[in-house]
Every structure is written in C-alpha cells, then in structure tokens.
C-alpha cells in the first residue's frame, strides 16, 4: 500500500509530539529529524553498491531497532550508528547529529530508554518503508521532512523557529530569479551564506531544468548538520554545506577571494545586532562594503546584503529576506541604500504581509539583486503584497494564489494600481532614495464615501453606481433594470431592496452570463478530465498538478468578474485534501481500488473489525453511482424513520405533564405503555388516554420495523458495494476517480465562487439603497410625529413636561 502524503505527515507529528514531553521544541527536532534520515538512508542505500551514501554494516536502521529496550539504547547509537556512519561518509559530520544519550534532554534511566524506544517504533511502521516511495522530485520523504520542520519551528517559540523559512516565500524567492528559464547545468552554482536548514537553496534547485550545484553556510553546528540531511533527502547529496559565521568567518572563498556564484538566496537574521563580531568591517579583507558604506554596528542587515552582492557574479542575480526597515532607514544605511540604487543593482522589491516568519511577527520584504543589466537600469519594480495572506493559527500564511499572483506579477513586470509598479531612478531621488513602499503605491482601500446630498434629498450618488461599472460592462440593461433617474447625479432603486437579488438572478444578461460560466468550466473540464484518465503508475504528481492548475489559470485569466486566481486556488485546495493523495496512489501502484477492513485495536490489545474503506474510490461514491436504486430505497426508509421518530417525539410532548396520557408513566417505552393500556383498557373515563397510548404504540411499531428495514437495506448494500469492487474495471475506476470524484467538486467550487458575483452586487446595492433611502427630512418628520405620539401616551397617564 502506498504512503498518502498527508497520513504520513500528520501521523509523524502526531506521534513525535506525543512523545516530546516537557524537551524543549528546537531540541526534539534534532532527534526526531536525524532518525527521519536515518530511516531513509537505511532504506533507500543499505546494500547498494554505488549509492551517494554508505552504509556500514550493523550500522543500518535494523542495528538501531535491535537496541530497542536495551539499558545502553542511547550510548550504544552514538558508537555503533552514528559514528561509523560519519567515518564512512565524508559529507556527514559528528556535529551533524544529536547526542543520543544526553539525560539533560532526554532523562535519565528508564525515561531514556523507553523514549528512544518509542520513537524508533514510530518509524518502524511497515508504511515508512521508503525504499519505494520517491519519483524523482515528488520526495515524499524530503517533503516530510520540511513540514516536521515547519511545525517544529511553529513549536519553537519566537527566536528558536529561524532554522527554517517557510516554504511559501521560499518558492517566491525561487521563481523571481527565473533560474528555470536558464541553460543550467551542473556547472550553474546556487548558494545561500545563511541556509538554516536549507529549504530555501532546495527550492532553488527545483525550479531549475536541471541539476544545479548547490552551496550553504550555517552558523548553528545542528541546523547545518539538518540542512547537510535535508539535501540527501531531497536528492542532493554532493551538496556543500558549512559550519559558520558568513560574515566574520565565510568557508565559501577560492585563495584571497570569496566565491562568486551564479544565484545566491538569502534569509540571514533580522537586524543582527552581533553581526560584526570578530570583523574589522573597515579592514574586511573581501571588501564587502568598499564604496557601498559599512552598515551600523547594531544593525547587520545590510552586511548580509552587500555579502550577496559581493559574492554574486558580474551576471549573477540574487534575493534576500530583509525586514522593512531597510526600505527607509537613515544614516548609514541611507547611504548604502542610496549606492546600490546608483549602480542598479536592486531589479525589485517584493513587500510581503507580517507575521509570515517563526522568529519575528515585522513585515519582510524581498531584496532581488540583478547584475546582468545593472548599468542601465532605469529604475525598480515595487509589488506591495502585504495584503495577500490568510490567517493560519497564530500566523499568518500565503496562499497558493498569492504566490502565483506574486510571481507573475514580478516576472512580466506587471503593474497593477495599488499592486505593482515600475518607478524610475528619478522619482526615487525626489524622495531622497527612501524606498518605503507606501510612497510610491497606495495599497489602501478606496473610502466609502459618505454623500451629504443625498442623505438630506435621498437617492443613490451615480459615482457609487458608476463605481459597479465591472458588472454593467456584462450586463449593461441590469442597470437600467435595477434604477432610474431621481435628479442630475442621483439614482433610485425602481426595485425594492429585498427584491434585488431575486432581479439580479433573473435579468437575462445575467443569466447569460452564468451559462457563460458554466460553458467556459465544462470546457476546461472535458480537456482536464482526459489528461487525468491518462495518467499511470510512475506519473510525476507534482507535475500533474502543475499542468493542471496552470491551464486551469490560463483558461481563466481576462474573464470578466471572476478573480482566476480564486479559481486557480481553488483547484489548489482540492489538490490538498484529496486528489494529492490519489494520484500519488495511483503513482505508487495504478489505478487499484481495493477495500480494506478497518481494525480497531484497544488499549488492551483487543482488535474490533469497523467496516471497510477503499481510499481511491470511498464507498460512498461508488454507491452514488452504481447503487443509485438501492441508495433511494434507503434514503426512502431513512426519511419514514426521521417521520416515525418526530411523530412519537411529538405525542410525548403533546400529552406529558401531570395531566397528560404520559403522566403516569415513569419512563415512556413499550412495556410501561402496554401495561398501562391493560390497566385503563375498561375504564370509560380512560377513552382519550387510550387513544393516544394505542397511537403511541403504532407509531412506535412502526418506528422499529422501519429500523429493522433500514438496518436489513444497508447491510445488504454494504454486501453487495463490498462485493462489486472485484468486478470494477480500470475504465469505470477513472470515470468514477476523475469525474465523480475529483471534478464534480471542483465543479460546484467554482460554481459558488461564480455565485458570489450576484452576492457582491446585491450586498453593496442594497447598502446603498438602505444607506440612501430615506431623506433627513422624511426621518426628521417621522421623529417629531413619534416624540408627539409618545408625549400624547404620557399625558393620558398624568405625566407631562415642557
């Protein structure tokens, strides 16, 4: 069976959290991850005789399992694992990996060894065989790998969490150097002088065409030792990666110079106050900061900068994280800012939302670095991205929409009011070189203006309708449909208010334009429908989803009223909660739906069979398609149960209380009522109170027979959908996965996406109409009629006042 990414994902967590204890976040991750990785070289290369790793023997995975419960677990993995494995592997470093018998993090005695045990059982789970669960860069592994990262930076609290970018601003940073769109080789050399962890250099070298070379210094000795991890799990193991201080100490040079690299990534601390330790910045001997200016001493982030651009090559492009501040600040970093404006080395800035980042909640921004052109560059590209994000826990988080947007917006120069703009070298001088984004793009909301005239004589201000000026562009009759002229300027409603949705949806324009929507989609889908059919053992399911939600994209952009985007992620979502789970599925092992019992084991050991499931095709689509007749059977007996059930609920009501035909019962149920009925059954006094105990028992009979029915129908279609998967063919298995299952519910997504056009339109109308309906004067009459009204009740009752 295959791994489902998303299981594999939550089950890890859930278990490694579970067994962290009181241990400090930032320290658990270290064992947690290194036993990932251990897990993954055993095997992935034990026994392998070219692998990029050696694995000695009696130094695998298994040796680690058979240590399990020994007194001595701790010490035993520290000589008789880790330490041939480092001596065997010039790429791994003692350093690297934590000290397994540390009884200040992981206890003492007992505490230690079952803890270590337990966490060894979770990665011995039979689904965590990795040996063949990776297609080329679908790594299921590397990927779950960076989210025990990501949750183990959320974990971390504010200044342990900056071993790890998030992989949402690290793909941004990949994409604006456009290194995909290079004739990269292995020549082509990528590096980042703060690399953490090294998710960021790892995005990089995805989005290029081909294998890259890859380089990183670390400052932290166990973070390097994660990132050294993270690019065998991702596939790159002749990776370089250093232990250091880049700025006072960096490992990257060649003789008397600093490497120069043909991109260079960056996400180096926030306003390092010590980042001159062990630096004469005015003696550097790499010349960093010669006829740029030498950054405050309390303040590093320009020392990181000029470090990129230093190490850059004459044709090289870079980018680097940076807090806001370096757009505006004074003194110093004015000049140095100033400088590298002078020579066009900044292509652009990016500005990103606030608390993106684990260490800090400030607003970031991206720095891009070009030299290729700098010499006649104009000017800077400025995108204002700070109002793209969406809540996620206590972070905020981008989506995969703002992403996109971002991207395309900065690589096609496209500017957007309120969004993007190119600005010249000139106006940047006007303002003295301060490139505070808010300058020069106003991202603000337009004020809903409130309009004197119109609260005092009534109607609606034509410059609000003109402002809906998107929706009459399709429909331009609605409009006329919808007001009419009141004065020069000033509209009216020729509809009341709680009748304008029910006249939007019905004006045949508009109507039009939903069919117009819906044949656009079912255009769209008859194209993606055939590329998902096709799809077979081995297929890339990054690159699937790539396919499609770009020609999803495409198929969207320029259509009037519908953000492509919120459609784009749209498809996105779904991909997370469903399809991406299928289609690795079907990546691993075809087109296969075969149900399996679910066993539930308790506490004591005890297993209890709980049905059946099928992941690729669940029971209830199948049912929905091939069972339609007996699904309406049961929905039939299902509605006269509900009807049973309401009707004796409604008796009980009607005649409980003292008085009631209930009210001598203890408990209503069968054998209180039929005795009941057996004692009253001849008294004359007693003829309603029977009657509604005779009803009740009908009504109850009927309940349960319905039951016994409803029980029977869905036993018997339990049997017969359990049977029918034998029978499934690979053609009716696509049809069902891709069409009843993938897109029927992207399908009623972008339906409702489409809806909320109507819903807009109605909401800002009816503001307006409620906003604008009455006039002062008419409220100032109703008022006075009220205060004489109330002064007339007050006087009848003997009150009165002047």
Known sequence: MAIRKSELYSSLWASCDELRGGMDASQYKDYVLVLLFLKYISDKYAGQPYAPLVIPEGSGF??????????????????????????ANQQLSQSDFPDFNDQAKLGSGKELVERLTN???????????????????????????????????????????????????????????????????????????????????????????????????????????????????????????????????????EGDHL????????????????????????????????????????????????????????????SCILPHGVLFRGNAEAEIRKNLIQRGLI??????????FYGTGIPACIVVIDKRDAGSREGIFLVDASKGFI?????????????????????????????????????????????????YIDSSEAEDL????????????????????????????????????????????????????????????????????AEHFHAWRQQAAAQLRTQEPGCHPKAVIRELSEGLLAHY??????????????????????????????????????????????????SKDKGWACDLVPKELLVRHLFADDLELIE?????????????????????????????????????????????????????????????????????????????AEAELDDQSYGRYDSLTKTEIRELVVEGKWLVSLEQAVASEVERVSQALTSRLKQLGERYGEALPVISDRVEELEARVAQHLQRMGFAWN
């Open 62 to 87: 298994e040796a680690m399992v058979a240590l399990k419960g020994k007194v001595e677990i701790g010490d035993r993995i520290n000589k008789e694992i880790i330490a041939p494995l480092v001596a």
């Open 119 to 253: 966490l060894i059982a979770i990665f011995e789970k039979q689904e965590l065989n990795f040996s063949r669960n990776r297609a080329d860069d679908d790594d299921i592994l590397g990927d779950a790998y960076e989210y025990l990262m990501r949750h183990f930076a959320s974990e971390s609290g504010k200044s342990k969490g900056q071993f790890y970018t998030p992989a949402e601003v690290s793909r941004i940073k990949a994409q604006v150097l456009e290194i995909d769109k290079e004739a990269t080789s292995a020549d082509t050399t990528v590096c980042d002088p703060t690399c953490g962890s090294g998710s960021l250099l790892l995005k990089v070298a995805a989005q290029a065409r081909t294998p890259v070379t890859l380089y990183g210094q670390e400052k932290d000795a166990a973070t390097s030792g994660l990132a050294r991890m993270n690019m065998i799990l991702h596939g790159n193991p002749t990776a370089t990666i250093w232990q250091g201080n880049t700025i006072a100490d960096p490992k990257l040079t």
């Open 259 to 318: 490497k120069q690299f043909d991109f260079v990534v960056a996400n180096p601390p926030f306003s390092d106050k010590r980042w001159s330790t062990g630096l004469d910045a005015a003696k550097d001997r790499y010349g960093r900061f010669e006829g740029f200016g030498i950054p405050p001493a309390k303040q590093g982030d320009y020392a990181y900068l000029l470090h990129i651009v230093r190490t850059l090559k004459s044709t090289g492009r870079g």
């Open 347 to 356: 292509k652009g800035i990016i500005g990103l939302p606030a608390n993106l």
């Open 391 to 439: 809540k996620d826990g206590p972070k905020n988080r981008l989506r995969e929409r703002d992403i996109h947007k971002i991207v395309d917006v900065f690589t096609r120069q496209l500017e957007i009011p309120g969004y993007s703009r190119f600005v010249r070298n000139e106006e940047i001088a006007g303002h003295d070189y301060n490139l505070n984004l808010p300058r």
């Open 450 to 517: 409130q309009d004197i005239e119109a609260h005092l004589r009534g109607g609606i201000p034509e410059r609000d309708i003109d402002a809906l000026e998107a929706y009459w562009q399709v429909c331009p009759q609605l409009r006329e449909a919808l007001f009419r002229p009141l004065r020069p300027g000033y509209l009216e409603l020729a509809v009341a208010p709680g009748e304008l949705k029910a006249t939007i949806t019905a004006h045949p324009q508009f109507t039009n334009f939903l069919a117009g929507m």
């Open 557 to 606: 952009l320029g259509q009037p009223l519908i953000d492509a985007y919120a459609v784009y992620q749209l498809l996105l979502d779904q991909w997370a909660e469903t399809m991406q789970d299928d289609v690795y599925a079907i990546s691993a092992e075809g087109w296969k739906a075969e149900p399996t019992r679910v066993i539930e084991i308790d506490k004591k050991g005890n």
């Open 636 to 712: 039939g007996l299902l509605s006269q149960l509900e009807e049973a059930s309401s009707r004796l609920a409604e008796l009980e009501e009607e005649h409980g209380g003292e008085e009631g035909a209930f009210g001598e019962l203890e408990k209503v149920n069968k054998a209180n009522v039929n005795a009941r009925i057996k004692e009253i059954r001849k008294d004359p006094e007693a003829v309603e109170e029977l009657a509604v105990l005779k009803e009740w028992l009908e009504v109850s009979e009927e309940e349960a027979s319905t039951k016994r029915a409803l029980k029977a």
